[in-house]
Each structure stands twice: as C-alpha cells, then as structure tokens.
C-alpha cells in the first residue's frame, strides 16, 4: 500500500465550537503544506457557532458544515470511495469527543486511513491528565509551548503510554502587528469568558470594577470584549452574560461593549486586561500590555494559577493607580509567545512529522490508551454518549420533516442554554 504522494493534501477540520473550530481551522495551515482551503465541518451539540461566530473567527470565507459524529464519519467514507479520501483530519473538540471518533475512525476500516492530529485549543489549565489520556491514539497530539510539550509527555509516560505523538508547536493564532502606542488613544480591553469567573456575584464584581475604573479614567476607553451574544454559546456556557448584567448599571460613555475578531480589538488595545483568557498571550505576542486579574484569589478554578511567575498579576487597585504589568521573559519563552522571531519557525516539528506519517506506506492502527480493558468502567459511557454507529441506515426524510426536527432541535438547545439555568437560578433563591 502506498503513502499519501499527491501534492494536494486533502484536509478536514472537525470542531465543536466557534474557538475550537478557529483553531483547527489555523492549525491545519500551519502544519501542512496543503494550499486549498481545509473542508470544515463543526459537531452538532450544545455549543454549535452561529454563522455569525463562525464568520467573525476570520479564518475561512467558507462555512463549515453542521454534522453529528455519525456524519462526518460518512463524510470520510463516501470521500474515500469517490477516491476523494483525506489525508489529514484535525480533531478540534473536547477530550471525549475525541476519543469517541478515534474510536469511529478505528471502525471505518478505510484502505488508507487519515493522519489524526489534535491538541488543546490554549491554556491548559483543567482536567490536564484526563484530557491528555482521552486525546492518546491520535498520530500527532500538539503542544502549544516548550511548557505544555513538557507537561504532557510527562502524562503519557507516567501511565505507560506511548508519548511519540507529543509535537512542541504554537497557538496557531498568535501574530499581528507588534504594539505600537499611539498619540492620543489609551483604551484598556477586557477579554471576557463565558465561565470564568461563574458565579452572578464575581462577575458582577468584574463588571462593577471595570465601570469604576472608566469613571476614574475619563479619558481612556474601557472596552468589554464579548466573544458571544446572548442566545449564543461558545466553548462554554455562560449563564450570567455581561450583556445583560451591565443593563442594571449606569456606565459612563467611555465605556463599551464590544465584539469582533480579537486580533483586530487587539490592533488599538493599550492594556489587555483578563482573568485567564487565552487573548492575554496573543496580547504578550504583540507586546501589548497586559494584566492577568487577581481580585478573585489566584485559583485553579480561574485558570489564572496558570500565569503565576508571569508578573503579570494584579488587581483592580493597582490598575486604577496606573499600573502596566511587565512580563517575565523566561516566563514568556517557556510558553511559547516570546515576540523575538522565532515563532515562524514553531510549527517546523509539527510539519515534519506530519510529513513523515504521510509519506509512511500504512499507518500504523489507532491504539488509544484508554481500552476496554484499561478503562472498563469509564471508556464504554464515553463512546455511548457520542453514539457513532456509521452502519445506521441513512435518513430519507422529507423536506418537511427535516424542518421540524430542525425546529425540535432548535428548541432543545433553546431550553439547554436559556431555559436551564434560569431555572437553576430560581432553585437557588
């Protein structure tokens, strides 16, 4: 059997949510030297972007296509007989998701099997270890920093795993023009999560201390960045939104609610301002001033523990004061944003090895850590879950059809989203 000799290498993306799918997207560039766009494709669930979202990721003019696991598998298969097949899948989801398609993939049995590659969309700062064992058995698993690489190779070796697949690379999405201050404009962003902080009560507080310090700034702009409207999900949910907890403040003109791609925000941002967000390493990128906030203790649960030894951390009080934190080069070198030219080259290892598996004859068969007989009790409701039988007969509904079980689906993600936590909410009172 042959390896994968067309200078054309075909490229899928799946994703399951607006980030991730920015990330795959950007990612599928980076490591090959594929010239046409990658084929998109984002995972039906609870987070599915809106074209909306997708558009303002920035990264492609071509809309991705909505799928269940089940889907894209057919997607492969059908490729493979038209002897379209691909020669590269990128799996940007969540750990379990990842598994199960492994798992999927494994099944199809295709002649010549896609290179799998997938890896953490930013900071790693949760279900480390879990993530990691869920992800083993894709050929390339990368690392976004000399740190991460470190970190997860420690993992695998740990539980007696093979750690081949650990590539060091970059966050895709790291560039942009170095800072450059401006007569005149001084504007702080702040780059909201949609779950960090959670609670009503610490995001309020965010919310209260931003328009506070506007106040007392008069002449800066204070921007809110949002990366979603309401109604609208990303890589997490987000049950009090900013949106709506600023309509019962009064805040001055010169502060705003803004959305749009991040990099452009990041074009006239002066002091990027964050609890944990994976924005305040495209800001380091940039050189752009940034401040990782400390007002709710430094926690694992706020993923800001992840910048301790940064010298990034501080509080609104010294911020209101003034204060521009200056970053840690050892810090900034070990995670991979240091601006000093060599962040070209950080997908080299990644494209090497990509190259190396397609030019293999046969790929060698998914081995996944996680097994029925590693993980009995854990591995079958993982894959249940997911439910990505291929053997299932293809629908046949009518047009009408389809539109009700769009409109039931519609309606199922409107009570998960919206209905659901005003009713958690309401328990609580």
């Known amino acids: 059997m042959q390896g994968s000799n067309r200078e054309a290498v075909r490229v899928a993306v799946l994703a399951d949510s607006d980030t991730r799918w920015k990330w795959g997207a950007l990612t599928a560039r980076r490591i090959t030297t594929a010239t046409a766009e990658p084929t998109g494709f984002v995972l039906r669930g609870r987070a599915t972007p809106t074209a909306r979202q997708l558009a303002e990721t920035g990264v492609s003019t071509t809309t991705p296509r909505e799928v269940t696991g089940a889907e894209f598998l057919r997607a492969l298969r059908d490729a493979e007989e038209r002897g379209e097949g691909y020669d590269l899948v990128v799996l940007a989801l969540v750990g379990g998701t990842v598994r199960a398609v492994l798992q999927g993939l494994a099944d199809l049995d295709l002649v010549r099997r896609p290179v799998i590659v997938t890896g953490y969309v930013g900071v790693v700062y949760e279900k480390l270890t879990d993530g990691l064992l869920l992800r083993h058995g894709a050929d390339v698993v990368l690392a976004n920093s000399r740190h991460d690489a470190e970190r997860f190779r420690a993992v695998y070796e740990g539980v007696g795993a093979g750690a081949d697949s650990v590539v060091e690379a970059a966050l895709p999405f790291l560039g942009g023009a170095p800072y450059a201050p401006e007569a005149g404009r001084d504007t702080l962003v702040f780059a909201a999560q949609p779950s960090v902080p959670a609670t009503r009560t610490e995001r309020a507080y965010v919310l209260r201390r931003l328009i506070a310090h506007a106040r007392l700034h008069p002449r800066r702009e204070v921007l809110l960045k949002l990366r979603s409207k309401p109604g609208e999900h990303t890589t997490h949910l987000e049950e009090f939104p900013f949106q709506k907890l ?29 609890v944990s967000s994976t924005a305040a390493l495209e800001a380091l990128h940039r050189r752009i001033p940034t401040a990782i906030l400390t007002d709710l203790g430094v926690r694992e649960a706020l993923g800001n523990h992840h910048f301790v030894g940064s010298g990034l951390l501080a509080s609104f009080d010294r911020l209101d004061k003034g204060l521009a934190p200056t970053p840690d080069e050892t810090w900034l070198a070990r995670q991979g944003v240091a601006a000093d030219g060599s962040y070209e080259g950080a997908f080299d290892a990644a494209r090497d090895r990509v190259a190396e598996l397609l030019a293999l004859p046969e790929l060698p068969p998914i081995t996944p850590y996680y097994t029925a007989e590693t993980a009995p009790g854990y591995l079958p409701g993982i894959l249940a879950r997911h439910r990505l039988d291929v053997s299932a007969p293809e629908s046949r509904e009518s047009g009408l059809r389809r539109i009700v079980r769009e409109a039931a689906r519609g309606a199922y993600r409107h009570g998960v989203q919206r209905v659901a936590p005003v009713i958690r909410r309401l328990g609580e009172l």
């Open 246 to 274: 600023v309509r019962e403040l009064d805040p001055p003109a010169n502060f705003r609610l803004v959305y749009g791609h991040m990099g452009e925000v990041l074009d006239r941002t002066d002091l990027l301002v964050t």
